[in-house]
């Protein structure tokens, strides 16, 4: 694993699709996990009650576990909940546990309920003598306020696509959705980056599908492609990325190419509408 270029500031992702299952969360961890190799110091913040991220970190969140619930509903320091991840290299993680599945509910009646993650995180990297070079926020598959918060927290939005029929069905809602956030809640926000994931070269469909994204996102999709892959779906039950899993499979090896694009390519520059 080579060295990466570090962005100059954090770069804070989110990594949304309402769509469930079209692989936020293996993205999320694949891509923190293989910049930390390759000497980013990331953090990666759940906020999708299954906890499914945690689980695939190595990251202990059982319900009595201090977590991203007690951040932002009970404005504990978010210093307070980050956890190591056994993974190689500086990688962190903010778990959730199953109290997150009631803050949906909970948010809607506290004062300033869409920024509560953004206060806590920036007090967190305030305070970090070296702070991170990237967060990534793993949302759950639905617009409420906790993908809400994640919105106004990020500078970019991440969008994984599932390589299949209905891909692109859903993506208009998501970035009709983004767009307000983006006029009413935060005007930094960008969708630096769409991956197509999951994908199958040997069917025409999935090809097609890829193509299509292309034409439609020319400057936001990565070149790199994520396959198909067995390893890369067993890895989350061992507690690890797909990298330290089975670091030459097929689909460790995209990840770790996309992760190089993405530190590439850099930070999308800001103002000046998107
Ligand atoms: P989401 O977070 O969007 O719900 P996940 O990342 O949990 O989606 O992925 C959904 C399922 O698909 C999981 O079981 C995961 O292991 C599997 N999966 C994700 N990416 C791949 C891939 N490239 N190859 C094979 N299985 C994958
Ligand atoms: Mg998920």
């Excluded at 996990?33 to 906890?51: M, N």
């Excluded at 499914?52 to 977590?67: P, Q, W, Y």
């Excluded at 509903?73 to 190591?84: G, N, S």
């Excluded at 990534?136 to 306020?145: E, Q, T, V």
Aim: aromatic share 4%; hydrophobic share 40%.
């Amino acid at each position: 694993e080579s060295r990466l270029p570090l962005p100059e500031r954090t770069r804070i992702l989110t990594i949304s699709n309402q769509k469930g299952g079209v692989g936020k969360t293996t993205t999320t961890v694949n891509l923190a996990a293989a910049l930390a190799r390759s000497g980013a110091k990331v953090l990666v913040i759940d906020l999708d009650p299954q906890g499914n991220a945690s689980t695939a970190l190595g990251v202990e969140h059982r319900s009595d576990t201090r977590s991203v619930y007690d951040v932002i509903i009970d404005d504990l320091p978010l210093a307070d909940v980050v956890q190591e991840s056994p993974e190689e290299g500086a990688l962190y993680c903010v778990p959730a546990t199953i109290h997150l599945a009631g803050a949906e509910i909970e948010l809607v009646s506290l004062v300033a309920r869409e920024q509560r993650l953004r206060r806590a995180l920036d007090l967190h990297v305030k305070e970090m003598a070296e702070p991170y070079d990237y967060v990534f926020i793993d949302c759950p598959p639905s617009l409420g306020l906790l993908t809400i918060n994640a919105f106004v927290a990020a500078g970019e939005v991440l969008i994984p696509i599932q390589c299949e029929y209905y891909a692109l069905e859903g993506l208009s809602q998501l970035l009709k959705n983004i767009e307000l956030i983006e006029r009413h809640l935060n005007p930094e926000l960008r969708v630096s980056t769409i991956l197509l994931t999951m994908h199958d070269s040997r069917t025409n469909l999935a090809n097609q599908v890829a193509q299509d994204v292309r034409d439609h996102f020319p400057d936001q999709v990565l070149e790199t492609i994520i396959p198909r892959s067995v390893r890369v779906s067993e890895a989350p039950s061992y507690g690890q990325s797909v990298i330290s899993y089975d670091m030459n499979s097929s689909g460790s090896l995209s990840y770790q190419e996309a992760a190089a694009e993405l530190a590439r390519r850099g930070a999308p520059r800001s103002g000046g509408g998107s």
